[in-house]
């Protein structure tokens, strides 16, 4: 199981950190990826972590502003969200990614809100 | 950037009928691609990995087939559980990349 906390209404140029807490499975043997969804858009991936914390990658509209990382020992996973712009209001899922080659994605999170607004 | 065409964007179409939703990738992706199935509110839900593998639970009126850069998810027989929104994603590099979705709406 995957869920995410931390979304809320910030204003542009503003900071925010996503969590997301992992159970039911070994956190620590498995890729996670975030995933985000604009209203009534469709999906976006923006961020990859291993499982180990290194390599990450990032989507090009949230690089060198977003910062994923993970603590192994919590079962957690983090994306640390940095001069945010409206165009960032999403949902933002955290998903597991699997581990059979060409598996997707599986579980994700609920998702949470996060609006960019003055 | 690997891009992915999803066709139709939208499909009305009615119980019993069956339906098959494209998707095509700008360069060869062998059968790296996973199908999922999204309903209002919700979060996405794994149907197919591996281009045509039934995720455990699917029912089997879903399938998918194809390699290299044209996949098709088809749904033999509509049920009213399976009006929703449909995304495809290759997962061989990063960054990954979705489809735009197909949304199956009651005719």
């Known amino acids: 199981q995957l869920v995410e906390s931390g979304g809320t209404l910030v204003q542009p140029g503003g900071s925010l950190r996503l969590s997301c807490a992992a159970s039911?499975?070994?956190?620590?043997?498995?890729?996670m990826n975030w995933v985000r969804q604009a209203p009534g858009k469709g999906l976006e991936w923006i961020s990859y972590i291993s499982y180990s914390g290194s390599p990450v990658y990032y989507a090009d509209s949230v690089k060198g502003r977003f910062t994923v990382s993970r603590d192994n020992a919590q079962n957690s996973l983090y994306l640390q969200m940095n001069r945010l712009r409206v165009d960032d209001t999403a949902i933002y899922y955290c998903a597991r990614v699997r581990l059979i080659p060409a598996g997707g994605s599986d579980p994700w999170g609920q998702g949470t809100l996060v609006i960019v607004s003055s | 950037d690997i891009q992915l065409t999803q066709s139709p964007s939208f499909l009305s179409a009615s119980v019993g009928d069956r339906i098959t939703i494209t998707c095509r990738a700008s360069q060869g992706i062998n059968n790296y691609l996973a199908w999922y199935q999204q309903k209002p509110g919700r979060a996405p839900k794994l149907l197919i990995y591996a281009a045509s593998t039934l995720q455990i639970g699917v029912p089997s009126r879903f399938s998918g087939s194809g390699s290299g850069t044209e996949f098709t998810l088809t749904i033999s027989s509509l049920q009213p559980e399976d009006f929703a929104t449909y995304y495809c994603?290759?997962?061989?590099?990063?960054?990954?990349?979705f489809g735009g979705g197909t949304k199956v709406e009651i005719k």
């Open positions: 039911g499975f070994d956190f620590r043997s498995y890729d």
């Open positions: 994603q290759q997962v061989t590099s990063y960054p990954l990349t």
